[in-house]
Structures are given as C-alpha cells and as structure tokens.
C-alpha cells in the first residue's frame, strides 16, 4: 500500500505464490521498476531463491528488494540474490524511488 500511494502502479501476487507466476507477471509487466518479495518466515527462504531466479530468467536487470521478518539484513538479501533490502514499508518507498530514478536516466 505504501510502494502504491507513493505513486507506483503495484502488481500484487499475494503470498505462497510459485516463482513461475512472478516470472510470467514481470514478462507481461510495462516498464517494470522492480520486483518486492516480502518473506514472512525463514522457511519461506528456498522459495525466495527460486523465485529470484526466476525473475532473473525473465529480465536480468530488473532489480529485487526484499523485506519482511524471514530476510533480517542487506547481507541476507543479497545472498539470496536480491538487490535490495528494506527494513520496513519506508524504506522499501524510498528504495523503490531511487530504483526508479537510476532505471529512469539509463
């Protein structure tokens, strides 16, 4: 909700989705800024790996921000892959802002 009022046009999955839904999302997406997981559990963290995965097959460069209680740190998210990581609704706006700017001027 956050990531939508600070004037973005959101795609919501909801949870438990299959990384193969996310891929095909992203491939019908216009312009994509970037792909959000939030992980709710550690457990959910294999998941989240295929997931990312999966995104990268369908766009390399399309940046993923993770957060979420499952993903504590940046140094977890970009071990999962990710290129980002928030540690809550402010941050994910703010870093989803500057990924769009850096997407916008190259």
Known sequence: D??????FTCLE????????????ALGRA???VAV?????RVDH???VEATIAAVRAVDPAVPV??????VRNAEVAVLLGASGWAP???GAVRLIEELARARSTS
């Open 36 to 40: 959000g997981i939030g992980v709710t």
């Open 45 to 47: 963290v294999p998941a």
């Open 2 to 7: 956050l990531v939508r009022m600070a004037g």
């Open 30 to 32: 216009d312009r994509a």
């Open 13 to 24: 999955l909801g949870a438990d989705v299959p990384p193969a839904a996310f891929a095909a």
């Open 65 to 70: 921000v993770l957060g979420g209680q499952g």
């Open 88 to 90: 809550d609704g402010a």
